[in-house]
């Protein structure tokens, strides 16, 4: 039974390639537009468009291409066809969309480690590239005029397949050298006012080298915190001089400004790693950019003025112009966006302050007078989204066990699906929270980096997840097994702690939000960010794992809600109120044995600590634990009042 009428089909068969090649075309647009507009907004409309056109467009190109391949004819009557001539010579065209855009070569850090399988994709593709250029091949102008397009083509795949090399989590750490760039093209380092050579001892300073406008300092003192961030992500430790450094650039920044400086920082980061950063800003990236700029340019000026036009078809002839125009416009847009991004503010700044070579000079004061006016239109002041989004494993697990989440949203797949297109977002400023953040991290900051303290007990006080909480509290000061508690685990359980807290707090003051201490609310906000991180941005956290354990308290969670509506026959258990009561009376009689314990532990469990509880130990239950540690916070308060 034929589907499809033979009319439809055989227009299908006659316009294949041409649709197929004008949507690889299309969502190269999409891509070079708004490829790097998800690093700026949180809208869940950009992330959709981005993942489809970035999951498409090599599927797309790689289709029309291997269609191009199969529908060529023999190679002796193929280039006395019109039609099979001009098509061939999109095969190129279709080698520049598969090597992207330059906004973005990567959706997620899992695409960077796919590099190899890109390397190899490269090498068949440019085949069947090379392919149908040979079997096109002629004495007209069509011919040689592929050729430059070609080179273009194998210049971008093979930009792509670097840039996502280099990002990969092993040559990521490759190619890092043994210390931080000092960056004294931008910077130097003083001690009050006297300017200091780099690698002298003593407290320096990071301020911007003299000559730079006042409006770039934040820009050249976020790329020397870049160079150091590098080292911290690829896991490698700084020395003390330069983590003192950091702290000299961010301790007497505002708020506002340091929050600024920290988005430019990670701005550089992200196209490090999601873009061709890598290697566009660098001298033989703007070579290869010149090279594909003029390459297209002259291709079209020679597609108009010397290719007879009249022997092909106007549909085809339409489509290679469009080709043409559009490999033109992407590349000047490219190139744009190339002096107007931060990196070629970053190049001016360093041309300008070569002095020395008339020529950079020149070049600096042409480039500065069209990069000033007009370098706020891209960045802008908006470095972010301005918002941070919100998970609640107590709040998620209720919605679990209502009825509405039955049927299609029980699977796995559309469940997450759901709950991430309709995830709770807040202001980032929300009850002065970057005030709060900001000034926290400049009082520990100068307990951390004072001359006095040792690199055992700054690694320590780095790695207390809590424990400064319980010492604050005097309720379990001897429990030192917090520190040696897995990073993840210690998420779980303070979230855990942190809501009961919260939903407590609330269900006192009537359920009257505005009653609340704003630290309060504070420390809800930032638990659930910590959260959200955990679910939905796992990658961005240490390596461990972490959705394992978040699964493991999921189930564990929805059971107890279930088993509490099932004896109670309350069909409305909807309320975070009533669910954090239901986790402290379902573990009421574990709780109240595990405090015992802890209460009458002797002198030598308190020198261990609580690792010498058997039950405690052997027992991996994070929700558990979390009620745990709320019940000995609540019980020392309560004594304290």
């Given at each position: 039974?034929?589907?499809f009428?033979?009319?439809?089909?055989?227009?299908?068969?006659?316009?294949?390639?041409?649709?197929?090649?004008?949507?690889?075309l299309?969502?190269?647009?999409?891509?070079?537009?708004l490829?790097?507009?998800?690093?700026?907004?949180?809208?869940?409309?950009?992330r959709?468009?981005?993942?489809?056109?970035?999951?498409?467009?090599?599927?797309?190109?790689?289709?029309?291409l291997g269609?191009?391949?199969?529908?060529?004819?023999?190679?002796?009557?193929?280039?006395?066809?019109?039609?099979?001539?001009?098509?061939?010579?999109?095969?190129?065209?279709?080698?520049?969309?598969?090597g992207?855009?330059?906004?973005?070569?990567?959706?997620?850090?899992?695409?960077?480690?796919?590099?190899?399988?890109?390397?190899?994709?490269?090498i068949?593709?440019?085949?069947?590239?090379?392919?149908?250029?040979l079997r096109?091949?002629?004495?007209?102008?069509?011919?040689?005029?592929?050729?430059?397009?070609?080179?273009?083509?194998?210049?971008k795949?093979?930009?792509?397949?670097?840039?996502?090399?280099?990002?990969?989590?092993?040559?990521?750490?490759?190619?890092?050298?043994s210390?931080?760039?000092?960056?004294q093209?931008?910077?130097?380092?003083?001690?009050?006012?006297?300017?200091?050579?780099?690698?002298?001892?003593?407290?320096?300073?990071?301020?911007?080298?003299?000559?730079?406008?006042?409006?770039?300092?934040?820009?050249?003192?976020?790329?020397?915190?870049?160079?150091?961030?590098k080292?911290?992500f690829?896991?490698r430790?700084?020395?003390?001089?330069?983590?003192?450094?950091?702290?000299?650039?961010?301790?007497?920044k505002?708020?506002?400004?340091?929050?600024?400086?920290?988005?430019?920082?990670?701005?550089?980061?992200?196209?490090?790693l999601y873009?061709k950063?890598?290697?566009?800003?660098?001298?033989?990236?703007?070579?290869f950019?010149?090279?594909?700029?003029?390459?297209?340019?002259?291709?079209?000026?020679?597609?108009?003025?010397?290719?007879?036009?009249h022997?092909?078809?106007?549909?085809d002839?339409?489509?290679?112009?469009l080709?043409?125009?559009?490999?033109?416009?992407?590349?000047?847009?490219?190139?744009?966006?190339l002096?107007?991004?931060?990196?070629?503010?970053?190049?001016l700044?360093k041309l300008?302050?070569?002095?020395?070579?008339?020529?950079s000079?020149?070049?600096?004061?042409?480039?500065w007078?069209f990069?000033?006016?007009?370098?706020?239109?891209?960045?802008?002041?908006?470095?972010?989204?301005?918002?941070?989004?919100?998970?609640?494993?107590?709040?998620?697990?209720?919605?679990?066990?209502?009825?509405?989440?039955?049927?299609?949203?029980?699977?796995?797949f559309?469940?997450?699906?759901?709950?991430?297109?309709?995830?709770?977002?807040?202001?980032?400023n929300?009850?002065?929270?970057?005030?709060?953040?900001?000034?926290?991290?400049?009082?520990?900051?100068?307990?951390?980096?004072k001359?006095?303290?040792?690199?055992?007990?700054?690694?320590?006080?780095?790695?207390?997840k809590?424990?400064?909480?319980?010492?604050?509290?005097?309720?379990?000061?001897e429990?030192?097994?917090?520190?040696?508690?897995?990073?993840?685990?210690?998420?779980i359980?303070?979230?855990i702690?942190?809501?009961?807290?919260?939903?407590?707090?609330?269900?006192d003051?009537?359920?009257?939000?505005?009653?609340?201490?704003?630290?309060?609310?504070?420390?809800?906000?930032?638990?659930?960010?910590?959260?959200?991180?955990?679910?939905?941005?796992?990658?961005?956290?240490?390596?461990?794992?972490?959705?394992?354990?978040?699964?493991e308290t999921?189930?564990?969670v929805?059971?107890?809600?279930?088993?509490?509506?099932?004896?109670?026959?309350?069909?409305?258990?909807?309320?975070?109120?009533?669910?954090y009561?239901?986790?402290?009376?379902?573990?009421?009689?574990?709780?109240?044995?595990?405090?015992?314990?802890?209460?009458?532990?002797?002198?030598?469990?308190?020198?261990?600590?609580?690792?010498?509880?058997?039950?405690?130990?052997?027992n991996?239950?994070?929700?558990?634990?979390?009620?745990?540690?709320?019940r000995?916070?609540?019980?020392?308060?309560?004594?304290?009042?």
């Amino acid at each position: 039974m034929q589907v499809f009428p033979e009319r439809i089909i055989n227009l299908w068969n006659k316009f294949e390639v041409r649709v197929i090649v004008l949507l690889s075309l299309v969502l190269q647009i999409i891509l070079i537009i708004l490829g790097d507009r998800r690093k700026l907004t949180a809208r869940f409309w950009i992330r959709i468009i981005v993942w489809s056109a970035y999951l498409s467009a090599d599927w797309v190109a790689t289709v029309a291409l291997g269609n191009l391949a199969s529908s060529i004819g023999d190679f002796k009557d193929s280039i006395h066809v019109p039609n099979n001539a001009l098509q061939e010579f999109w095969a190129p065209f279709l080698l520049l969309h598969l090597g992207g855009p330059d906004t973005i070569t990567a959706y997620s850090l899992e695409d960077n480690e796919l590099w190899l399988r890109h390397f190899i994709v490269l090498i068949i593709q440019v085949g069947v590239a090379f392919y149908v250029f040979l079997r096109s091949w002629g004495n007209t102008a069509l011919t040689f005029l592929t050729i430059p397009i070609f080179i273009s083509g194998i210049i971008k795949y093979g930009e792509r397949t670097y840039a996502l090399m280099s990002s990969s989590s092993e040559h990521f750490k490759d190619f890092l050298p043994s210390s931080p760039d000092s960056c004294q093209d931008f910077v130097k380092y003083s001690r009050g006012e006297r300017v200091i050579e780099s690698g002298e001892s003593g407290e320096e300073t990071v301020i911007p080298q003299d000559g730079i406008h006042t409006e770039d300092h934040n820009l050249v003192l976020a790329y020397f915190l870049f160079i150091r961030t590098k080292f911290f992500f690829a896991e490698r430790t700084l020395n003390t001089n330069e983590q003192k450094r950091i702290y000299s650039i961010i301790k007497n920044k505002p708020t506002a400004e340091a929050f600024k400086l920290v988005a430019v920082e990670l701005g550089f980061m992200y196209d490090m790693l999601y873009t061709k950063a890598t290697i566009v800003y660098s001298r033989l990236g703007i070579v290869f950019r010149c090279i594909t700029f003029f390459s297209s340019v002259c291709s079209l000026v020679v597609f108009s003025t010397i290719i007879d036009t009249h022997v092909y078809p106007l549909v085809d002839i339409s489509i290679t112009y469009l080709l043409l125009v559009g490999a033109v416009l992407l590349e000047l847009y490219a190139l744009i966006l190339l002096f107007l991004s931060d990196w070629g503010k970053l190049w001016l700044i360093k041309l300008k302050k070569a002095q020395h070579n008339p020529i950079s000079k020149t070049l600096a004061n042409l480039f500065w007078k069209f990069s000033s006016h007009s370098h706020s239109l891209l960045t802008g002041n908006k470095r972010w989204s301005e918002s941070i989004g919100q998970y609640s494993i107590l709040s998620s697990c209720i919605k679990d066990v209502q009825p509405a989440s039955f049927g299609v949203q029980k699977l796995p797949f559309i469940r997450k699906w759901l709950k991430n297109m309709y995830l709770t977002r807040v202001d980032a400023n929300v009850d002065h929270l970057q005030e709060t953040i900001v000034e926290y991290l400049k009082e520990q900051g100068s307990k951390v980096n004072k001359d006095d303290v040792s690199n055992h007990e700054r690694n320590i006080f780095l790695t207390r997840k809590g424990y400064s909480v319980a010492k604050e509290r005097h309720s379990f000061e001897e429990a030192r097994f917090i520190i040696n508690i897995e990073f993840v685990d210690s998420v779980i359980i303070w979230h855990i702690v942190t809501d009961i807290c919260y939903y407590g707090d609330l269900d006192d003051k009537h359920g009257d939000v505005t009653k609340l201490d704003p630290k309060c609310k504070i420390g809800k906000c930032l638990s659930d960010y910590m959260c959200y991180l955990l679910v939905f941005r796992l990658s961005m956290l240490p390596k461990g794992i972490g959705e394992v354990r978040y699964k493991e308290t999921c189930a564990e969670v929805t059971t107890l809600f279930k088993q509490k509506r099932d004896i109670d026959h309350d069909t409305d258990i909807c309320s975070e109120s009533k669910a954090y009561k239901a986790l402290l009376q379902m573990y009421e009689e574990v709780l109240n044995h595990w405090i015992k314990n802890f209460e009458n532990r002797t002198e030598d469990e308190e020198v261990s600590g609580a690792e010498d509880f058997a039950d405690m130990k052997g027992n991996q239950s994070l929700l558990k634990h979390g009620c745990f540690f709320y019940r000995l916070l609540q019980s020392k308060v309560g004594d304290d009042n």
